[in-house]
């Protein structure tokens, strides 16, 4: 089990947003130096902010001090994953080149997901099972069947994180933010939130609006929708305009095995009469088999499938093994997103209407985000609602047109609810400010960063990524 450390550090705590009071004094972060330019260490937080005087929990963090004297702290989280903070600062990616020139990046993990060696990642014994197993349900106990193996993937994770899983909340995570920004000496936060880093950011922006000088939230879930039929719709409605936008990238390409067969109607067909009975074509049926990096491959598996040959499905694209564990990352998904999952009877009319919207593909975004929930036993929760984040300063909300991950629809819901927040559209997919460096969103992220200046109103950024895919 996790290492829970009994006493919390000797401070005093206030209720509410609990490091709003004068009586919050955390120590300073100890780093050391662990190679390549990057400074490691782990920051001690309240494994339950809701009981700040009790248990304690670690959180992993890594640093890249700035090129020269800087101009304060940049608090960076990148989302899901594994040992984010340390991983992706070694090697590090060209964005940190800019961001440095200004700040020192501390890239900060999220609870329970951290280092193996530093007491930060706590696997949970029995591995998820994949959520596109749900798709594949064709009865109620195929359904039943999915929830108890996510049950016991739950109680896994429950036993293994003790008691920092009841602080398994986007709402905790904001609450060590803002631990972080104090622990650094930062008066204002700033702030880059990554795909699910953008969710954490929604929720500081709601519980410390004052406390923020800058935010950048890039590949941005939608936290703000309180019924779940409006978020899967916002999904499934991306998902069936991603499979078109497929069909005419294809189109437009003289390498394209699919051009001018409209892919759309290959694809209705090869699930309609798969060429094996093993159903690897439904299985194939996941947000990232139409993300733009995997459309030469997926042309390729389909022309391949269509002529009855699905081993481009089975060796290429198909979805990786399970891993030997499972990981904490998707119980605080369900806490935030789904801390109530409608029951088999419950979906079916909500299948319905999202089979009327989106029949191709679409429609499978609400199994495959049941999926990951279904069958998790009754825990904290962090519901999704409206956003209010009275007396913050303009954000700057960037959000992809091909972003079948966090669709726009949902990032520009986001933006709207922000005060006086600027949405930066531009033409590529997940992450494509942090992870694939947009040098056209990059331009203006530093801009903002550096000085609070906004893009113009209307201003869109050109696709980067696409330029070098097929």
């Not at 309180?226 to 005419?248: G, K, M, S, V």
């Not at 979906?347 to 999202?354: A, K, S, T, V």
Request: charged share 15%; glycine share 10%.
């Amino acid at each position: 089990m996790h290492r829970i450390i009994a006493l919390a550090a000797a401070v005093s705590f206030f209720a509410g947003p609990l490091l709003a009071g004068p009586g919050f004094r955390p120590s300073a972060v100890d780093w050391t130096d662990c190679g390549k330019g990057v400074l490691c260490a782990t920051m001690t937080v309240p494994a339950d902010w809701h009981h700040p005087g009790g248990p304690t929990t670690l959180v992993n963090l890594a640093k890249i001090p700035a090129k020269g004297a800087g101009e304060g702290t940049l608090i960076v989280n990148l989302g899901s994953g594994v040992g984010t903070a340390t991983t992706h600062a070694t090697p590090r990616m060209p964005v940190y080149d800019e961001l440095t020139a200004h700040f020192d990046v501390v890239v900060m993990d999220s609870r329970g997901v951290g280092q193996p060696d530093n007491g930060t990642l706590i696997p949970c014994p029995v591995p998820q099972p994949a959520p596109t197993d749900l798709v594949k349900a064709t009865s109620e106990a195929d359904w039943d069947a999915h929830a108890r193996k996510v049950a016991a993937y739950d109680a896994s994770c429950r036993k293994a994180a003790g008691l920092l899983y009841d602080g398994l909340t986007s709402w905790q995570t904001a609450h060590d933010l803002e631990a972080l920004r104090v622990a650094v000496g930062a008066p204002k936060l700033h702030y880059i939130g990554n795909s699910y880093g953008a969710t954490y950011g929604q929720a500081y922006a709601e519980l410390f609006p004052t406390h923020v000088r800058s935010m950048v939230l890039d590949s941005t879930p939608d936290h703000t929708r309180p019924r779940l039929e409006d978020w899967l719709r916002d999904r499934a409605i991306t998902q069936e305009q991603q499979l078109f936008r497929f069909r005419d990238w294809c189109d437009a390409r003289a390498s394209c095995p699919l051009r001018g067969q409209d892919a759309v109607r290959i694809w209705d067909d090869l699930v309609a009469h798969p060429p094996v009975s093993v159903g690897v074509l439904d299985a194939g049926l996941l947000t990232s088999l139409l993300t733009p990096p995997t459309w030469p491959k997926l042309a390729s598996a389909l022309a391949k499938a269509r002529d009855g040959d699905p081993g481009g499905f089975l060796t290429t694209i198909a979805p990786p093994p399970p891993e030997s564990a499972g990981y904490l990352m998707n119980e605080t998904l369900c806490h935030d997103y789904l801390p109530e999952v409608p029951s088999y009877q419950q979906f079916q009319p909500i299948e319905r209407r999202l089979k009327a919207i989106a029949p191709h593909i679409g429609w499978t975004e609400g199994r495959l985000e049941l999926g990951r929930c279904l069958g998790l036993s009754h825990g904290p929760s962090y519901p999704p609602a409206l956003l209010k984040a009275t007396g913050m300063p303009p954000a700057l909300v960037v959000v992809g047109r091909l972003d079948s991950n966090s669709p726009s629809l949902g990032a520009a819901n986001v933006a709207a609810q922000l005060p006086g927040a600027r949405a930066l559209w531009h033409g590529d997919g997940h992450a494509a400010y942090f992870l694939h460096g947009n040098t056209c969103v990059n331009g203006y992220v530093i801009r903002y960063l550096a000085d609070d200046t906004l893009p113009p109103p209307g201003v869109t950024c050109p696709a980067e990524m696409m330029s070098h895919v097929g």
